[in-house]
């Protein structure tokens, strides 16, 4: 089966850091651009970051930037999401997935780019 597998969340106080994983099964990912992504409850799924496979260029978005850092290990077919200074408003359920369109992506995540979507992990930042 094709898809990506998160973990790495959990519950954690605000300031904290969490670092997450999403790991591909089924194919490799080093051909892939890769979206890191977060629904909150009562919200839309929203693109939080994304990495090119092609020149390794990032995007973050505004509400992040500054405080999350993606990476990729191609060798492990991992990329990873580092969540530092976590805020309650952080709070959903994390995916990933992989862009089918194109190897570089510079902008905010264009969700029906991406496919191989996994079961997501769960942040909570709350005292």
């Known amino acids: 089966q094709v898809q990506f597998v998160e973990s790495g969340g959990g519950l954690v106080q605000p300031g904290g850091s969490l670092r997450l994983s999403c790991t591909a099964s089924g194919f490799f990912l080093d051909y892939y651009a890769i979206g890191w992504f977060r629904q909150a409850p009562g919200k839309e799924r929203e693109g939080v970051s994304c990495?090119?496979?092609?020149?390794?260029?990032?995007y973050y978005a505004d509400s992040v930037k500054g405080r999350f850092t993606i990476s990729r290990d191609n060798a492990k077919n991992t990329v990873y999401l580092q969540m530092d200074s976590l805020k309650p408003e952080d709070t959903a359920v994390y995916y990933c997935?992989?862009?089918?369109?194109?190897?570089?992506?510079?902008?905010?995540?264009?969700?029906?780019?991406?496919?191989?979507w996994g079961q997501g992990t769960q942040v909570t930042v709350s005292s």
């Open positions: 990495i090119s496979s092609s020149d390794g260029s990032t």
């Open positions: 997935a992989a862009n089918l369109l194109r190897t570089r992506v510079a902008e905010a995540p264009v969700q029906h780019e991406y496919a191989y």
